[in-house]
């Protein structure tokens, strides 16, 4: 399986996050054509293209090609998921690891996962489980470019946002 990783703009490491794909291409579980955006985080791998940051209509573009889109919880990479169409799996970044100042990414992420938005994986051991579902939901998980149907979870990310 594909997959399109991005770790968004954020200045603080995500290591764990790339260690988790990384590990997840030597078990088969993604394939090594996965892209993965690492932004700030310093990492390499053998395993699968990794670069700083894409241009905006490049990430579209792989947002959109990827068998699957993985992503920390943040409400850009998200909103972008969501034009494009894919339920993403989102893997938060955590204050109390140093991954951001505080866990509201965790809370986002449990607020897209109850409303059916996102997959969530909050630990190594659902990372893998949800990888090994992901057959199931991400072929599934195409929702219409048109985000007049979502009404409801657009106007609350732009009052979280500010916009």
Known sequence: MKAFVTLGLDRKPFTRLLELVDRAVDRNLLSRDSLIQRGHT???????????????????QAI?????VITHAG???????????????????????GE??????????ETLTGRGKAIAAFDEKEFFNCLGQAGEWCTQSSVSDDLSLEPELVKSLKMLINI
């Open 100 to 109: 951001h100042v505080d866990d509201h990414q965790v809370e986002f992420a």
């Open 75 to 97: 409400v850009g990479s998200f909103l972008l998921c969501l034009n494009a169409g894919r339920i993403p799996l989102v893997v938060p970044r955590e204050g109390k690891r």
């Open 64 to 68: 959109k090609k990827a068998d699957l």
């Open 42 to 60: 310093p990492f390499s791998t053998a395993n699968f293209r990794v670069v700083d940051f894409l241009p905006f209509t490049e990430m579209l």
